[in-house]
Structure formats: C-alpha cells, structure tokens
C-alpha cells in the first residue's frame, strides 16, 4: 500500500485492539475499491480520547473509528450526531467533513441485524431476547432490536447504572421492550429465544471467561456473541454444547465496517473483498 501526502487517515480509537481484525479487513477493502486510504490502530481508553480527537480535527483524517470502552463517552466530543446515533446514545463511526465538522454514526445495529437476521435466520419481530452487556456494543444491538419491533429484551450488566440508562433509554427513545434485570439474576433467561453477549467477557485478557453458567443454557435458544476472536468464545462454547444453535460476531464486524467505508468516502463497499480477507484471517488463526 502506497502512502503519500494525499492519503486518507483511518484510526479506530480503543482498547485493547490485539485482537481486532479491523485494519486488515478495511485496508483490503480500500485497496479492491482503488481509495488511497489507511486504517491503523491508537490503543487508547477514555482517559485521553478528547486530546485525540481533537488532534484528529487538524490532521489529514477522513474520520475514525470508536470501540470498547470510547463508544459512549466519544459523544462529547463531537459537533453533530445522526439522527439514529443520538437516540442509540453511542457511536462508532466519525465522519470528518470538508469543513472539518466530526460527524457521528453508529454502524454496529446496521451490522448486527444483517448478520442476526440473514446468517442467523433471527426473526427479531417473533423473538424475546436477553443481553448481556449494555455498553457502546449493547446499545447499539438492542437499540436496532428494538427499532425493528423485538417482542421483549432484558439487559443486564455489571456495571447497573449502565444497564438500567440503556433501558430507559430504548423505551423512551424506541418502543416500551426493554427491561432491566440485576447483575447475576437468570430467572428471565427461560422465557428468551435469542441470548447475546455484548460485555466482551470471552475476548482480550477475558478469554476463557462467560457471563452465563451453562446450567441456565437452553437447546432451543439462539446464541450471539459480538466477538469474533476467538472465533468461539466460552459462551458461544457452552451453548454449543447444549446443542443450541450460535453466530459469532464476524458478519457483525462485516457489515458494520462495509457500512464505514460508506460513510467515509460516499461509495459503495466492496463487501466480497472484505469477507474474503476476513475469512483468511479466521483460517490462519486456525492454522
């Protein structure tokens, strides 16, 4: 890849990024779609996230990317919100304008329902679902449940406060769904279809770790973890195990990042291109 002083700059702003398959999966996307652009990793937490966005407002950005544990508090810091961004109360995506406004989106419940609804067969308007996590990922996955008339949705997390503002926010924002239910508590689990995993226990230095005691796992239910490295995280193990039928979150990852470049340069995104680096990463990560 060829860098020069017309080059795009591409920075997602999180951590930890180790095992983050993003930069990878955008550069070859940039590169099939002919875009002199580069995506790289700042590993950074809330803590200096307002010095580099606005480092970010005088350099030769076209945007930037936001994950765990930024998504929320990145808000602050922005000029304009998207309509849907503003009511998720999250963003992942920053659009630097000509003008150099920044710009917020959320491409995560774009991305999240594609993968949910077309690789996972969840028909979210028959469904009852239980989230753990109620984050910048977590808001944005129930936020588009919601949006698309999901018959119910717990959250839990552990962090309460966090939980219970994603809750009051979704049946003030979206519809009446959501229902907040205290950290460690499985007595609503039974009555759900479709179980999430949006904490990011089971990736990072949380491998190996679940949120739920695989006692309370369902055949019946329907298992999604946003993560995607591991490609099988304990949780998404577990209820394999039990013969429950289950999604990591790579076609998430997709179709989130294929709606970014979107935003970011105006054209369509070469979405084959991108599936197929992400797929020969999973291979060598096997390998």
Same mark, same amino acid.
């Given at each position: 890849?060829?860098?020069?002083?017309?080059?795009?700059?591409?920075?997602?702003?999180?951590?930890?990024?180790?095992?983050?398959?993003?930069?990878?999966?955008?550069?070859?996307?940039?590169?099939?779609?002919?875009?002199?652009?580069?995506?790289?990793?700042?590993?950074?937490?809330?803590?200096?996230?307002?010095?580099?966005?606005?480092?970010?407002?005088?350099?030769?950005?076209?945007?930037?990317?936001?994950?765990?544990?930024?998504?929320?508090?990145?808000?602050?810091?922005?000029?304009?919100?998207?309509?849907?961004?503003?009511?998720?109360?999250?963003?992942?995506?920053?659009?630097?304008?000509?003008?150099?406004?920044?710009?917020?989106?959320?491409?995560? =419940?774009? &991305?999240?329902?594609?993968?949910? %609804?077309?690789?996972?067969?969840?028909?979210?308007?028959? /469904?009852? *679902? !239980?989230?753990?996590?109620?984050?910048?990922?977590?808001?944005?996955?129930?936020?588009?449940?919601?949006?698309?008339?999901?018959?119910?949705?717990?959250?839990?997390?552990?962090?309460?406060?966090?939980?219970?503002?994603?809750?009051?926010?979704?049946?003030?924002?979206?519809?009446?769904?959501?229902?907040?239910?205290?950290?460690?508590?499985?007595?609503?689990?039974?009555?759900?279809?479709?179980?999430?995993?949006?904490?990011?226990? =089971?990736? &990072?230095?949380?491998?190996?770790? %679940?949120?739920?005691?695989?006692?309370?796992?369902?055949? /019946?239910? *329907? !298992?999604?973890?946003?993560?995607?490295?591991?490609?099988?995280?304990?949780?998404?193990?577990?209820?394999?195990?039990?013969?429950?039928?289950?999604?990591?979150?790579?076609?998430?990852?997709?179709?989130?990042?294929?709606?970014?470049?979107?935003?970011?340069?105006?054209?369509?995104?070469?979405?084959?291109?991108?599936?197929?680096?992400?797929?020969?990463?999973?291979?060598?990560?096997?390998?």
């Amino acid at each position: 890849m060829k860098v020069d002083i017309n080059t795009k700059m591409i920075t997602l702003i999180g951590t930890p990024l180790s095992q983050s398959f993003a930069a990878r999966m955008q550069n070859t996307g940039y590169e099939a779609a002919g875009l002199n652009m580069l995506y790289f990793y700042t590993e950074a937490d809330k803590e200096h996230l307002g010095e580099i966005v606005s480092g970010i407002r005088y350099m030769n950005f076209a945007g930037f990317a936001v994950t765990k544990p930024n998504k929320v508090r990145v808000l602050r810091y922005l000029d304009e919100l998207d309509p849907l961004c503003q009511k998720m109360g999250a963003s992942n995506t920053v659009v630097k304008t000509p003008e150099g406004k920044l710009i917020g989106y959320n491409t995560d =419940g774009v &991305g999240f329902y594609t993968s949910l %609804t077309e690789e996972g067969g969840v028909q979210v308007d028959q /469904s009852v *679902f !239980f989230c753990f996590g109620g984050g910048g990922a977590g808001r944005a996955m129930c936020s588009i449940l919601a949006y698309h008339g999901a018959r119910k949705i717990y959250i839990t997390d552990i962090f309460e406060p966090c939980a219970k503002s994603l809750v009051d926010d979704i049946n003030n924002n979206f519809a009446p769904v959501a229902e907040f239910v205290h950290h460690g508590d499985f007595s609503k689990l039974a009555a759900c279809n479709v179980v999430l995993n949006a904490s990011g226990i =089971g990736m &990072g230095q949380h491998i190996g770790e %679940t949120p739920l005691p695989k006692e309370h796992i369902q055949p /019946s239910q *329907f !298992f999604f973890d946003a993560c995607y490295n591991p490609e099988r995280t304990q949780f998404l193990m577990d209820a394999e195990e039990k013969g429950c039928k289950v999604l990591n979150g790579l076609g998430m990852s997709l179709y989130q990042g294929a709606a970014q470049i979107e935003l970011w340069t105006g054209k369509k995104p070469p979405v084959e291109a991108m599936r197929r680096e992400l797929l020969k990463i999973v291979a060598e990560q096997q390998s």
